[in-house]
C-alpha cells in the first residue's frame, strides 16, 4: 500500500455524503472505521453522529442524502414495520428506520426530534 499523495486525494470519498475530498488536512478521520469525512460532514455532524453514520453506512449500505428526504415519512416506516412483523426486535427497527432516515438526508438530530414528536401524539 502506498501512501496518498495531493494528486491521489481527488479518488478519496466522503464515508458520510460521498463527496470528493480534495483537501486531507481540512476533512477528519474516523477513529473506528479509518473512512475519511469531508469538511462539511465533519462541520455539521458531531464526532459521535459521524461515527453512527458511518457504522450504519457500512451494516446497510448507501450514503447521507441519497434520497429525497421528501419520500421520508417516519410514521408510515413506522407502520408498515408494525404490519409486516408480528415479533418485532425494537433495537433493530430502529437502527434500520435511522438508516433510512440518514438516506433521506435526515440528520441524527432531525430524526430524534421526529421520534419525540410522534410519542407526543
Same mark, same amino acid.
Given at each position: 500500500?502506498?501512501?496518498?499523495?495531493?494528486?491521489?486525494?481527488?479518488m478519496l470519498k466522503c464515508g458520510v455524503c460521498r463527496a470528493d475530498i480534495s483537501d486531507l488536512s481540512a476533512g477528519y478521520q *474516523?477513529?473506528?472505521?479509518?473512512?475519511?469525512?469531508?469538511?462539511?460532514?465533519? #462541520?455539521n455532524f458531531s464526532k459521535d453522529d459521524i461515527e453512527l453514520i458511518l457504522n450504519l453506512m457500512v451494516?446497510?449500505?448507501?450514503?447521507f442524502?441519497?434520497?429525497s428526504s421528501k419520500k421520508f415519512s417516519l410514521k408510515k416506516y413506522i407502520l408498515n414495520?408494525? *404490519?409486516e412483523k408480528e415479533n418485532v426486535d425494537?433495537?433493530?427497527?430502529?437502527? #434500520?428506520?435511522m438508516h433510512s432516515a440518514?438516506?433521506?438526508?435526515?440528520s441524527p438530530k432531525e430524526y430524534?426530534?421526529?421520534?419525540?414528536?410522534?410519542?407526543e401524539l
Open positions: 500500500m502506498h501512501a496518498i499523495s495531493k494528486n491521489d486525494s481527488s *474516523s477513529g473506528f472505521l479509518f473512512i475519511p469525512i469531508c469538511k462539511s460532514c465533519r #462541520k451494516a446497510y449500505g448507501g450514503y442524502g441519497k434520497e414495520v408494525i *404490519s425494537p433495537n433493530e427497527v430502529n437502527m #434500520k428506520m440518514l438516506l433521506h438526508g435526515i430524534i426530534k421526529k421520534l419525540e414528536e410522534l410519542t
